[in-house]
């Protein structure tokens, strides 16, 4: 019997009735992609402001190397702390 001509629209392609329609997400491909995805989107943004990892390279006039306040700043914050203990009327002005 000669073979019929198979036409696009032919329902006989191999795939079960139920799966027509249906995908599925390549996990590990999606993964790598999104990966690839947030570098790329790292690396325009370095490019464009700088390679700076967030934290500022200049140290604060307030603060010290371990990042202790100096000791008449620590004095100031203390004495407000103490007053505001004492619910001192003065700074509640």
């Known amino acids: 019997a000669p073979e019929k001509k198979r036409t696009f629209l032919d329902d006989d392609d ?3 009735a139920d799966d027509i329609g249906r995908f599925s997400v390549n996990k590990e491909y999606a993964k790598r992609f999104q990966h690839n995805k947030e570098r790329d ?3 325009r ?3 464009k402001f700088g390679d700076d990892d967030g934290e500022d390279s ?3 006039d307030e603060e010290d190397e371990e ?3 100096p000791e008449k700043l620590d004095n ?3 004495s407000i ?3 505001i203990r004492r619910k001192d009327p003065a700074i509640y002005k």
């Open 41 to 43: 989107e790292l690396q």
């Open 67 to 69: 990042g202790a306040l």
């Open 58 to 60: 200049d140290s604060s």
């Open 76 to 78: 100031q914050f203390a």
């Open 45 to 47: 943004l370095q490019s």
């Open 81 to 83: 702390l103490d007053k």
């Open 14 to 16: 191999g795939v079960p």
